[in-house]
C-alpha cells in the first residue's frame, strides 16, 4: 500500500528540547515536502527535496532543519524548539514537482 | 494580498445538493492541487489539474488557466463529504516553481 508515514503522530515537548519528526514514504518518489498547518493560516511549506541530498527552503524554515540522505526518508528537525513552533505538522512526498501529492497523517506537536 | 483565495470559507448543505467551491489566484500557475481534509486531520489529494476538466465520481473540478479560476463541484453531495477541501497552485516563475501555495480552505457540512 501507497504511504507516506510520519512519526511521532502527537508529541508535546519542552522549549530547547531538540527534537526530530520522521517521515518516511515507500513509493519511490523524489520529491518530499514539510507543511505546517496552524489556524487562520493555513497550510505553509517549510522544506522540500527534489532528490537525495537537494533541499531548499519552503516560505518558513526558520528553526527548522532538514535532511535527505536515503531517497525514502525526509526527517525535519527542531534543533530548539520554541512555543511559536505548536503546529500540525505534514509531510508530503510525489514524484515529481507537478503529479499527484501524497500526504502523512499529521504530527500534532506542541511546545510547552 | 492572498495569492490564492477560496469562497466561500464555509458552506453548509442538505444532503443531495449539488455544491460549487472556487479558487483564485493571482499568478500563472504550472497546476492546481485539490485537497480534501478529514476532522482528524489527514489530507488527501483529490485533483490535479493543468487544464480543463477532470471527473472522480462525485467530483467534478475544473480550472480556466485565462481567468485564474478553478472550481470543484461535488454532485448528490453526502454527509460523508463533510471535510475542509483546499486549493494549491504551483506558480510557473522559477523562483518558485518547486512550491506550493495554498488557499486558506472551505469549510463543507453536508447535513443528512
Known amino acids: 500500500e501507497a504511504q507516506v508515514t510520519q512519526n511521532p503522530r502527537y508529541l508535546i515537548t519542552v522549549t530547547g528540547k531538540k527534537l526530530t519528526v520522521t517521515c518516511s514514504q515507500n513509493m519511490n518518489h523524489e520529491y518530499m515536502s514539510w507543511y505546517r498547518q496552524d489556524p487562520g493560516l493555513g497550510l505553509r511549506q517549510i522544506y522540500y527535496s527534489m532528490n537525495v541530498e537537494v533541499t531548499d527552503k519552503g516560505d518558513v524554515p526558520e528553526g527548522y532543519k532538514v535532511s535527505r540522505k536515503e531517497k525514502r526518508n525526509f526527517p525535519l528537525i527542531l534543533e530548539s524548539p520554541s512555543p511559536n513552533q505548536t503546529s500540525l505538522y505534514f509531510c508530503?512526498?510525489?514524484?515529481?514537482?507537478?503529479?499527484?501529492?501524497?500526504f502523512g497523517e499529521g504530527s500534532w506537536l506542541t511546545v510547552v | 494580498k492572498n495569492e490564492v483565495e477560496q469562497s466561500p470559507q464555509n458552506l453548509t448543505a442538505q444532503e443531495g445538493e449539488f455544491i460549487t467551491i472556487n479558487c483564485s489566484y493571482s499568478v500563472g500557475i504550472s497546476a492546481l492541487h485539490w485537497l480534501q481534509q478529514h476532522p482528524g486531520g489527514g489530507i488527501v489529494s483529490l485533483f490535479m489539474l493543468s487544464s480543463g476538466k477532470k471527473k472522480h465520481g462525485r467530483l467534478i473540478a475544473t480550472i480556466n488557466i485565462q481567468e485564474k479560476h478553478s472550481s470543484l463541484h461535488i454532485t448528490a453531495s453526502h454527509p460523508r463529504d463533510s471535510a475542509v477541501y483546499i486549493c494549491?497552485?504551483?506558480?510557473?516563475?522559477?523562483?518558485?516553481?518547486?512550491?506550493?501555495?495554498f488557499g486558506s480552505g472551505t469549510q463543507l457540512t453536508v447535513l443528512p
Open positions: 494549491a497552485v504551483r506558480s510557473r516563475s522559477s523562483g518558485s516553481a518547486r512550491q506550493l501555495t
Open positions: 508530503a512526498s510525489s514524484t515529481g514537482v507537478g503529479n499527484t501529492i501524497y
